[in-house]
């Protein structure tokens, strides 16, 4: 209404319930966007906070640096495996070998040398057979196991004959009967095996020859250097030890495990190792077991026990096994095979009250292989994958460019993102082979795509000669399953951390976004530094970054020593580029640090 002087007034509302309801909404409304606008501002300040710390490590990154030379001693250094270290750790289970990284002010920030008198590695297959004795100098493993025919040392080389402890004949014949035993060695059924306490890795190098892709694995123990070796020949293999943490890699992902007199105590701490093993052995799977106590009948005389003591010892490994729904599959001489039952009903049995070792809880995530401790529990697969087991999955090759049931896990995967991935790098490694010719030839066997998603560079050039490493970051989604499954091997690994691998062990190293998508947790300094100790001298790194870390990657090369040149994608554009390196050979100054 209006008043005497013709303006407009508000009149009170005649209910007066209406009033506190308003008063409420107003309150409620004011109080909402303030705790709104507070979340938001602390939301967006954390994530100003977090890029500001990544372009101001790129920008400090950029500014040249000098890097020294490490003392001669560090000329093996493995930073998160150091024997150095070993008297701070426990012996309990051997956890001093386990991986103990050095806090970062103890970090080295200087550039591994090689060995006196290092040679350019020989080339494939050649290596197989054959090394340099500078390149790997240990005297040791070559007194102490040449008797077994491991290796032995003539002239300026190591020569690999091909023998071990279990196969005195020759690692051919033993192979040939373990295909006699396990059929689908031989029609495409088995791609991919873990081999623990691999020696210098003849059973993998072996198996290389009939299509299977071994991951060779062993500690940095008084053997020194097991897998220096087997990577100085050309043969997969990664630093580890089934101890107190699980090994890093995903549930259900090999074809098939092995171990050949390993000296690994399964039947003790009540089976926990076998129980690792289950968990990364896929449905339907074989585990290979020679040495004891397996014929225990004929050998127990010369491992310094008795009778009783080794059928004991078998006959608790069976119970073992078959409590966690494996069978005993074959068996001749000293070589027995269990298989891993495929069949989820078998898995009932644990719902018995007491029974050992019980299901693990729903709590526990199968795939964790990151820091993640062991326990005493059966890792049940999942009953709705219906194509886990190894007789669902395509044979080799054929399962290679499938796409895998477990490809839906993976947030945004799916089949045509699958073979999205797939295209995408086969145009890519078309284009990187012009950019290095080396890839494809025998300059380049072992290969490290170090932030991959569905393994599709390692696809891409299956058909080169040599193989690929896939490495997952621990904290990146969980693709790590769809490499396996389609017949490649991998591991996980977080880059703020050394690699589990000696110095000069990869001839190329490759990542696609590393740094912009790890920059913010990882000084790009670090990670440089380790991919300069683990690649091998003159050996390369392709680098596909954002046009900004580019240049702050090539700046820090160059105090590297490394060789550089900046080229465009196959799509062309600024944005993104590639920056191919190549590490050049150098040699200590007889001055150290």
Known sequence: MKNREGRTTFQPDRNPRMVPIAIMFVLLCGLSFYLGGI????????????????????????????????????????????????????????????????????????????PDGYKTPIRWPKSKNECWYRNVPYDWINKQKSNQNWLRKEGEKFLFPGGGTMFPKGVGAYVN????????????????????????????GDLLDRKILTVSLAPRDNHEAQVQF????????????????????????????????????????GGIYLLEIHRILRPGGFWILSGP????????????????????????????????????????????????NSDNNCYKQLDTP???????????????GWYTPLRPCVVVPNKKLKKLALNSI?????????????????????????????????????????????IGTDKIRNVMDMNTKYGGFAAAVIDD???????????????????????????????????????????????????????????MKYVLLEMDRI??????????????????????????????????TENGGKRIRVLICQKTLWYAKQSSR
């Not at 602390?42 to 100003?48: F, Q």
């Not at 100085?232 to 943490?245: D, H, K, V, W």
């Not at 007491?354 to 964790?368: A, I, K, N, V």
């Open 465 to 523: 000669p040599l193989w690929v490493m896939n490495v997952v970051s621990s904290y990146a989604s969980n693709t790590l399953p769809v490499v396996y499954d389609r017949g490649l091997i991998g591991t996980f690994h977080d880059w703020c951390e050394a690699f589990s691998t000696y110095p000069r062990t990869y001839d190329l190293l490759h990542l696609d976004g590393l740094f912009t998508a790890e920059s913010h947790r990882c000084e």
């Open 230 to 269: 087997a990577l100085e020949r050309g043969i997969p293999a990664i630093l580890g030890i089934i101890s107190t943490q699980r090994l890093p890699f995903p549930s259900n992902s090999f074809d098939m495990a092995h171990c050949s007199r390993c000296l690994i105590p399964w039947t003790e701490f």
């Open 535 to 568: 690649l091998r001298p003159n050996g390369y790194a392709i680098i596909r970054e954002s046009s900004f870390y580019v240049e702050s990657v090539a700046t820090i090369a160059k105090g590297m020593r490394w060789s550089c040149r900046k080229e465009d």
């Open 39 to 114: 979340f938001c501002s602390e939301k967006d300040r954390y994530e100003v906070e977090e890029v500001t710390k990544a372009l101001e490590s790129a920008k400090n990154s950029s500014e040249p640096i000098d890097f020294p030379e490490c003392s001669i001693n560090y000329q093996d250094y493995t930073p998160c495996t150091d024997p150095k270290r070993w008297k701070k750790y426990g012996l309990h289970r051997l956890t001093f070998m386990e991986r103990h990284c050095p806090p970062i002010f103890d970090r080295k920030e200087c550039l591994v040398p090689p």
């Open 394 to 438: 395509p044979k080799w090759p054929e399962r290679l460019h499938e796409p895998p049931e477990r490809v839906r896990d993976v947030r945004g995967g799916s089949a045509g993102a699958f073979h999205d991935d797939d295209d995408k790098w086969k145009a890519r490694i078309k284009h990187y082979k012009k950019l290095l010719p080396a």
């Open 293 to 340: 106590p397996v014929n225990y009948e004929n050998h127990w005389r010369g491992w310094n026990t008795t009778i009783e003591e080794q059928r004991s010892d078998y006959e608790k490994l069976q119970e073992l096994l078959t409590s966690m729904c494996f069978k005993l599959y074959n068996k001749k001489d000293d070589i027995a095979v269990w298989q891993k």
């Open 177 to 204: 009967l373990m295909e006699n035993l396990i059929p689908e060695m031989k029609d495409g059924s088995i791609r991919t095996a873990i081999d623990t306490g691999c020696g210098v890795a003849s059973w993998g």
């Open 354 to 368: 007491d029974t050992y070792p019980p299901r693990c809880d729903d709590g526990t995530e199968p795939d964790s």
